[in-house]
């Protein structure tokens, strides 16, 4: 093969015919919504994260939302929210009726510099939403330390975190929640769906309030509560089981591309991989690194068949949220100067399972050769 022929798309879903099968066993049952197949995949769930407590939403958009309203989050609140992230961590504070306040990152692996959200506090600061971004996670020390300082609520954006652990605790459970995603596009996949965990009974109770139209039961028609529909079906959770049996799997095949990576990519001085925080055990979601050059890069990476992608677009440049500036907002890059340098130096290298050898050898090939021209 010539390396012309080769192509690499950034990410593809790991998914066989044992999820096709589960999905239909369960069209044949008869009961396709939220059901028997849920609790059971909510149930595993809680074992394998480490939790008491957690349930589902339609995606991980809306399990932040939830979080956030169960958590008391609303109008007048402001939310510490890192700069470097997907925009659905700023939108769901948005979506609560609150206001996300833009953090920088630390420019060792990008995530919440807990540091810099310190100049950010006001007598509005109600939550710090740390976001574990790229399969590594934030120094949860820190973060815990500057809320119960603080009086915050902590609301962990694990979206890109499942199976990522630190100091032996999977993320998720250090805040008052934790919300992740099952989108096409991560760990481990349902095609859509969201799943918010929690410390206490009494959040827990919250959440399914909020979820359920606000009661606990179904069929019962008197509600106590206002609330609306989170559920799941159970379809999707039939995939998830399934996806869930080959996590194990899917993450040691991560490590391993990964590692292909590193083997080809370290001694090449245009690129520097990020530093994992110490203490944490990460799960490459994609490969990430700082490239020299990036926009000419990512123009070659293209044009001989490498799917790629830059870091998330900062906060503090969208479109959609300069009309904080009128409201006195200082967004300039000065004012972020590590998600800037992340935004103009930020790779992504496509890490999925079912990803080949000669795929990741033709990716290293072509970088290294397009530093040597
Ligand atoms: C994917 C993602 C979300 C949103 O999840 P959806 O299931 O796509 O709604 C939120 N935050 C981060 C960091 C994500 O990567």
Redesign the pocket.
Known sequence: MTDKMISVPQMQPCLGKEEADAVYKVVESGWITEGAESEKFSRQLNKMIGCDYGVFAP????A?YLGLVAMGIGVGDEVLVPDT??I??ANAVIMAGATPVFVDVNRRNFQIDVADATKYLSNKTKAIMP?H?YGMIANMSEVMEFSSTHDLLVIE?A??ALGVHYKGQHSGTFGDVGCF?F?AD?TMTTA?G?YVVCQTEETYKKLLYLRNQGRLDRGSFVHPEIGYNFRITDMHAAMGLVQLKKLNWIIQRKHEIYSWYREQLETQKAITFLEIEPGSEFVPFRTVVLAERLEALMEYLNNNGVGTRGFFYPLHKQPCYQYMVEEGRDLSDENYPNATYGNKHGLCLATFPTLEREQVDHVCKMINDFYSR
């Open positions: 995606n991980g958009t809306l932040l992230t997907f659905a961590s976001v971004l954006d979206a890109q995603s989108f991560k859509e969201g």
